[in-house]
């Protein structure tokens, strides 16, 4: 276990475009190779004896399950904290809890409202701090993503994905992700809840061209992938009503797959099935949003072991 005063820095993943293309591609590769060893029943305690220490200010099933379980099959352990288990920056200030924390686990994840609250914890932390949701970012998420659509769409190459929906956290990670591994994505949100400029300009830093439109039907016209996300997240109930009459016509059924006949769908889940999604979507031939689910274990697993390797 490192300490504060060791030399050597360690690596963390706040969000997708901390690793590199390459880095990337070798991480998504672990994902397979542990997918294939816990389909065949094979021992991969690869992590053996060392501890994730876990922060959660936001709920969460997929989160904490498959970060817990991935910790588990390889070998190791994983310690779950909750708001009402540790202040997180109320009382104690975050670097000192982020100090504390690198003394006793091997990596930390947190899930989080404010992204910069994963930037003190990386500032401060002397282990790997992992990035499980920030209100900016959604990268162990992206990682899933990026393995099912390999798995689906038998690589990358030539991939074209549309997402139809909200510029939020998630469709920002994807962004970067797409432009890491060469997937052609089309955004489609409505005026006003657009994916941040910012992050844009970082994919296409990255060799990324995202395109951009108001229109879900041009995005989604022949796409290989679509991909929503719910249009009302933690924290902002009280815009329920708003929102659902700004995304009007942005809703994923089988009248907007009528345009894209072969694409796969993709959520992230929790699905709000009648508001961004219809139910016969989610349970139709199409959907992959199960295996994508699936697929966190996996990458996140595949990540903890390149971090801590």
């Given amino acids: 276990m490192t300490t504060d005063t060791d030399e050597t820095q360690p690596r963390h993943f706040l969000d997708v475009d901390d690793l590199s293309e390459e880095e990337l591609f070798a991480v998504l590769d672990k994902a397979e190779e542990y997918k294939r060893a816990v389909e065949n029943g094979e021992d991969h305690a690869d992590l053996s004896g060392q501890t994730l220490g876990m922060l959660f200010q936001k709920a969460s099933t997929r989160t904490r399950v498959s970060f817990e379980t991935g910790m588990t099959q390889l070998g ?10 540790i202040q997180l920056g109320r009382g104690e200030p975050l670097k000192d809890t982020s100090r504390a924390l690198s003394r006793y686990v091997d990596a930390v994840m947190a899930r989080v409202f404010k992204h910069e609250n994963v930037e003190v914890l990386a500032e401060y932390s002397s282990v790997p701090i992992v990035n499980g949701l920030t209100d900016d970012a959604h990268p162990c998420q992206t990682l899933a993503d990026l393995q099912t659509i390999r798995e689906h769409e ?9 997402w139809i929906g909200d510029g939020n956290n998630v469709a920002q990670s994807f962004a970067l992700g797409c432009a890491l591994t060469g997937v052609d994505l089309t955004i489609a949100t409505p005026e006003g809840y657009e994916v941040d400029e910012a992050v844009l300009e970082r994919a296409r830093d990255l060799g990324g061209d995202p395109t951009t439109t108001t229109d879900p039907i041009e995005a989604a016209t022949d796409a290989d992938v ?24 942005f809703q994923v059924s089988a009248d907007l797959l009528e345009h894209a006949p072969g694409a796969s769908v993709m959520h992230c889940l929790p699905a709000h099935r009648g508001e ?9 031939e199409q959907s992959i949003v199960f295996d994508q ?11 903890l072991g390149w971090l801590l390797e």
Avoid at 154 to 162: K, M, R, Y
Avoid at 294 to 299: D, F, G, I, S, V
Wanted: net charge negative.
């Fill in 76 to 85: 190791g352990h994983a310690i779950f904290l909750g708001e009402d288990d």
């Fill in 154 to 162: 038998d690589g990358l190459e030539d991939v074209s994905a549309a």
């Fill in 226 to 249: 679509i991909y929503t996300d719910v249009w009302i997240s933690m924290g902002q109930e009280d815009e329920r009503d708003v929102r659902m009459n700004d995304f009007e016509g």
């Fill in 276 to 284: 961004e999604i219809t139910d016969d979507v989610v349970e139709g």
């Fill in 293 to 303: 689910a699936e697929n966190r274990l996996h990458a996140q697993k595949a990540l």
